[in-house]
């Protein structure tokens, strides 16, 4: 691929800016509403609006993914704060887990720079595809709320695993990272809550390691670091931060169960288009 000049690689951020504030409106909601999927939205859309802007073939997944876990620092923060205003926040069970999914989101990174573009859209169908089971399995949580806090050095392993995976798919890990606090006993809303603070560190170490650890030249566009496309994860990351606390409110409010099938169903979508485009 060969470099873009730096005019007209600004004119093209410029007009693909607005579909990437779109983009963070909705992955911001989701965020704060489910706790999951948001990431896997946003690689799947960037996944086939880069190579619009010259990105390679080659390149396209791993700059989607390095881009979306970039855009997902911000994300996670604003649905993290929200949540913590509501109480929502288990930090000493962040605290635990920070260790664990920064040295996972590090290794991640490094793991998925060595694959192949067509193998990680096989790794983020995969994904969709548990992730859409997983919520389709689901059921209702009781409504009372738990005061249970997990601590222990077993969540600081949890996160290595949490913490490789979502950056192998390019996500905030709220689908590893929910489920395993629901069954330790805490309240779902709390998991989400703390799902998001987690989300962070997940998102900073992966995008870290996708920026310093990618080959020389990864990707020759104006504004990208290693694999991240700065335009892209910057304009997702302005809406989702303001869109994240208006999902907070609905998980406040809703029971998401009918959500949750919905979604489940556009994942299944975006899986399918993940592996079409990997068998082409």
Do not use: N
Request: with cysteine; charged share 5%.
């Amino acid at each position: 691929m060969h470099e873009l000049p730096g005019g007209h690689g600004m004119e093209l951020a410029m007009a693909f800016f607005p579909i990437y504030l779109a983009l963070g409106a909705l992955a911001g909601v989701l965020a704060g509403l489910l706790g999951i999927g948001g990431g896997l939205v946003l690689v799947g859309a960037l996944a086939w609006l880069l190579p619009l802007q010259g990105v390679s073939a080659a390149a396209a997944m791993h700059a989607a993914l390095a881009s979306s876990l970039a855009s997902i620092v911000l994300t996670a923060a604003a649905s993290a704060r929200a949540h913590h205003r509501r109480g929502s926040v288990l930090w000493p069970t962040v605290a635990w887990m920070v260790p664990g999914v920064l040295l996972g989101g590090w290794l991640g990174s490094r793991f998925a720079i060595a694959l192949d573009g067509d193998v990680l859209r096989w790794c983020v169908a995969a994904y969709c595809a548990l992730v859409a089971m997983q919520l389709l399995a689901s059921k209702q949580a009781p409504a009372g709320a738990s005061g249970r806090v997990p601590r222990g050095p077993g969540y600081s392993l949890a996160g290595i695993g949490i913490g490789g995976v979502s950056a192998l798919v390019g996500i905030g890990g709220g689908s590893l990272t929910v489920p395993l606090l629901v069954w330790r006993g805490v309240a779902p809303v709390r998991a989400v809550g703390t799902s998001s603070a987690c989300g962070i560190f997940i998102g900073l170490a992966s995008a870290l390691g996708y920026a310093l650890q990618a080959p020389v030249g990864a990707l020759p566009l104006a504004g990208a670091v290693g694999y991240v496309y700065l335009p892209a994860a910057l304009g997702v990351a302005v809406t989702s931060v303001l869109a994240a606390p208006y999902g907070t409110r609905l998980a406040h409010a809703l029971s998401g169960q009918a959500l949750k099938r919905v979604f489940a169903g556009f994942l299944l979508l975006v899986g399918a288009g993940f592996a079409y485009s990997a068998l082409r």
